[in-house]
């Protein structure tokens, strides 16, 4: 493999003319005969737009050893007219990658090289087939989508929307204030000095990040104006989505993070969400609750209703995972069966006041459904659970089915014989005394929106035209794939003579979306991959039937983690199945694979080109898909 230096000696000499020391580092890292590569090259390769005849020669002259060698990446920063060898990054791994090519990538604020997160896509490798439109696309796609998840950064979020104003400097008494978008209001204040105790909740996937920028705001006001109030709090976070800094920032300030399951509870799941009720339960009058919500809560913050068992609700999971049910329908079925969800964690707090801040995974933002409305009054009913129960065959006998202690449970609800969840006359609701504020407030701090704005400013910037098709997509994820080559296919009527007739938009354009698509699985389906993923695949098929060359698509889930899989999502173009079908050790085809659901081992055989990889991101807010066009 590689090192780091030799990678990076690479990278300096090969963008210098040709010369003895270019060559004997390229021989010494890998290289059979590196004078005999570059002779060949500076033959080849006199322009900028010779970046393919490079690549080819490359790829043909046998000269490059295996050892260390598993991709290459190209870049040309010289300009039209001058006379140049292209600079080539030969890197051995992702690792090596994302230390010498585009660094700027990684040059983040202060904030983020503290928490280290959220983790940017790094350029990924190529393949000798590839047209230089599409290695030019891939680059600007991974740029698009590396725009989309820095614009949902949740610590950022959070500290645009929270701040610590004195109102009077003559009796330091310092409020914390809110900004919101509501009519009439546009911002919700909290004398500190009404507070003993200030109580930090935080559950999701960006829930370390969002406790971490709320403590922050809270620990400085506390110090600063020598108040005696008590910061404290429990935070629940997926396994490997907190880093150090975080969790040791978060204990000096007297909160707790407790690591879960995610998206099928554990017992962690049990203890964490036990703990945050048994704190809210202790609350009163003076207890200020920050609530701090993302998308996975509704797995990380789990207490099964009695008499159901941990057991049961996993299982419940699995079920509605497998049956292709949107999460906002799985989360009407969710606040049901656990203690916390649907207004509970509110009521469980009252006559504590509570402020929710709550970045979106689901499609329109409902704030009741976000991580299953813990703190919001619910307006769905246990006739709507049974009716979703019947809808997607999850009763007794059906492909999906759910437990019969959880089916019993659901009947017994819709008969009346159990209490149902906190509506809005609930007096956890209710509005504050002399305030126009409520009792417990939610303020919508990041979505799939803002996402997806982002990849299309970055798109324009690129010198792409913009076309953002919603962020409220969902459907079968290979349907949608569908959906979107169609337009793809229509965008390049554009290249012949006549122009093309009614064009979406002028080329190069951009196809923007937001949204989560979902995959049902049958029984017994022993596929791995994820709803990005399989939509890819889908995707890519469509291309290669249709053709399609100078179109890329890249889906990715904005947390980092597409599916039970350690992969964001995929980004292919026409040619990618024809590679991966001839080059895959294991003969797999594109076709079956997609059938029996098992995209991410047909991406995986790809090395390091289909697949994109993040590692968790530190945020959540659903899907971005892009697709390019030239």
């Known amino acids: 493999m590689l090192s780091c230096t030799q990678v990076c000696g690479i990278l300096l000499m090969a963008t210098m003319r040709c010369s003895s020391s270019a060559s004997s580092v390229w021989t010494h890292c890998g290289f059979r005969d590196g004078a005999s590569l570059l002779s060949r090259i500076t033959a080849t390769s006199r322009t900028i737009t010779d970046t393919a005849a490079v690549r080819r020669t490359v790829y043909s002259s046998q000269l490059w050893s295996s050892e260390g060698l598993s991709a290459l990446a190209f870049t040309t920063n010289a300009q039209p007219s001058r006379s140049i060898v292209p600079s080539i990054t030969f890197v051995s791994s992702m690792s090596s990658l994302r230390k010498v090519y585009h660094p700027s990538l990684h040059q983040h604020h202060h904030h983020a090289q503290q928490r280290q997160l959220p983790r940017h896509i790094t350029t990924l490798s190529i393949s000798p087939e590839m047209t230089d439109n599409e290695i030019q696309m891939r680059k600007d796609a991974i740029k698009m989508v590396n725009a989309s998840i820095k614009a949902v950064d949740p610590y950022v979020a959070v500290k645009d929307r929270l701040h610590v104003h004195q109102t009077d400097p003559s009796n330091n008494k310092p409020s914390l204030v809110a900004n919101i978008e509501r009519d009439g209001i546009n911002q919700l204040s909290y004398e500190l000095s009404n507070y003993d105790t200030i109580k930090v909740f935080s559950f999701g996937k960006a829930s370390t990040a969002m406790a971490l920028a709320a403590s922050e705001i809270l620990a400085e006001a506390i110090h600063k104006y020598t108040t005696t109030t008590k910061l404290e709090g429990v935070v629940i976070v997926k396994d490997d989505h907190a880093t150090p800094n975080e969790i040791e920032t978060l204990k000096k300030h007297n909160i707790v993070v407790r690591s879960a399951s995610h998206p099928v509870p554990d017992v962690r799941s049990v203890s964490g969400a036990n703990e945050i009720l048994q704190s809210a339960s202790n609350s009163d009058e003076h207890t200020l609750v920050i609530a701090c919500i993302s998308g996975g809560g509704s797995a990380l913050f789990c207490s099964p209703r009695d008499p159901l068992t941990l057991e049961e609700l996993m299982a419940t999971n699995s079920a509605l995972l497998s049956s292709g049910m949107p999460v906002e329908k799985m989360n009407v079925i969710r606040k049901r069966l656990e203690n916390g969800k649907g207004g509970k964690l509110a009521a469980a707090a009252y006559p504590a006041t509570v402020l929710t801040l709550v970045l979106s995974d689901i499609i329109g933002d409902p704030l009741?459904?976000?991580?299953?409305?813990?703190?919001?009054?619910?307006?769905?009913?246990?006739?709507?659970?049974?009716?979703?129960?019947?809808?997607?065959?999850?009763?007794?006998?059906?492909?999906?089915?759910?437990?019969?202690?959880?089916?019993?449970?659901?009947?017994?609800?819709?008969?009346?014989?159990?209490?149902?969840?906190?509506?809005?006359?609930?007096?956890?609701?209710?509005?504050?005394?002399?305030?126009?504020?409520?009792?417990?407030?939610?303020?919508?701090?990041?979505?799939?929106?803002?996402?997806?704005?982002?990849?299309?400013?970055?798109?324009?910037?690129l010198g792409y035209v913009p076309v953002v098709l919603g962020t409220r997509v969902d459907g079968e994820a290979s349907v949608v794939a569908g959906v979107y080559t169609s337009m793809a296919e229509m965008l390049t009527q554009q290249r012949k003579n006549d122009g093309g007739k009614y064009p979406i938009a002028p080329l190069p354009a951009a196809l923007i979306a937001g949204g989560e698509t979902t995959v049902t699985l049958p029984p017994k389906c022993s596929g791995k991959g994820g709803r990005n993923q399989e939509l890819a695949l889908a995707a890519a098929l469509k291309l290669q039937e249709m053709s399609l060359r100078d179109v890329v698509l890249v889906s990715v889930g904005t947390d980092g983690t597409d599916g039970p899989t350690d992969a964001a999502g995929a980004i292919v173009d026409g040619a990618s199945i024809t590679r991966i079908e001839q080059n895959n050790k294991n003969k797999l085809s594109a076709k079956e694979t997609l059938r029996n659901h098992d995209a991410y081992n047909f991406f995986d055989s790809d090395g390091d080109i289909s697949l994109i990889r993040t590692g968790a991101t530190g945020t959540n807010v659903a899907d971005v898909c892009i697709t390019l066009v030239h």
């Open 368 to 461: 009741d459904l976000i991580a299953s409305g813990p703190t919001v009054p619910d307006v769905s009913s246990w006739m709507d659970a049974c009716q979703l129960v019947d809808e997607y065959g999850l009763g007794s006998g059906g492909d999906h089915a759910l437990p019969l202690a959880v089916l019993e449970l659901l009947q017994k609800g819709q008969c009346g014989e159990l209490d149902g969840t906190p509506k809005s006359s609930h007096p956890a609701f209710s509005k504050m005394p002399s305030h126009d504020q409520l009792q417990s407030e939610t303020i919508l701090v990041g979505n799939n929106h803002a996402a997806v704005m982002a990849a299309a400013d970055m798109a324009e910037k």
